[in-house]
């Protein structure tokens, strides 16, 4: 159980990565992804990693520069772009719904203008989901000038998504329905030099 701990990636640029396993029965045709980090990085930096043999951004949540965000279903992205952070922690939420191709960002407990993403679409359920570092290959082909520096916790992946009730309980730390990843239940293997280590501060 990682309650109240964080994953902390020490260098910078590092060659570190997390593994996370999901049991992911059938593909995607919703989801909710969802992180709490806090990095002093100005440079691009993956956050959210999940590859198929297919498509190696089937879903990623990526910030090329402090005040932007950029969220890949299916090898296209769209952006959201944030005030620059305080250098403090910052809790992202994606959601995607095929039927309607929309895409919700939230950013501490706050939502953005909706956007149109990948209609239609399906994300495949064979998957690398790493923390760290962005796949271009599938597990692999990591550019570590996008590799992440600091500290992650508090992930969750759903395949559903989440209400705005809920997407504020995920930030307020709530209790949260049954997920594919739950930090309170995370299977996953360090590769690297990342530590687990309690939470500094709320």
């Known amino acids: 159980d990682l309650y109240r701990k964080v994953f902390v990636f020490r260098k910078d640029p590092s060659d ?9 029965e059938q593909p995607l045709k919703n989801f909710t992804v969802c992180l709490r980090s806090y990095t002093d990085l100005t440079r691009p930096h993956s956050l959210f990693s999940y590859a198929t043999k297919a498509q190696d951004n ?48 939230w950013l501490n407990g706050k939502p953005w203008p909706r956007k149109g993403l990948q209609r239609g ?3 495949g359920a ?3 989901i790493l923390l760290g570092q962005e796949q271009d290959s599938f597990g692999g082909g990591f550019d570590l000038y996008n590799s992440f520096s600091g500290e992650l916790t508090d992930v969750y992946l759903w395949d559903a998504g989440l209400s705005p009730d809920k997407m504020r309980a995920a930030f307020l730390s709530l209790r949260l329905p049954p997920a594919l990843l739950a930090w309170s239940s995370l299977s996953y293997e360090v590769k690297g030099d990342v530590l687990v280590k309690p939470r500094l501060r709320e």
């Open 58 to 105: 089937e879903i990623l949540l990526f910030k090329p520069k402090p005040e932007e965000y950029r969220f890949y279903v299916g090898g296209k992205f769209v952006t959201f772009r944030v005030p620059e952070g305080r250098r403090d922690w910052e809790h992202v939420c994606a959601s995607w719904e095929s039927s309607t191709g929309i895409a919700e960002f």
């Open 126 to 128: 064979t998957a690398a």
């Open 121 to 123: 679409y399906t994300v």
């Open 16 to 24: 570190a990565f997390v593994v996370l396993q999901a049991q992911l």
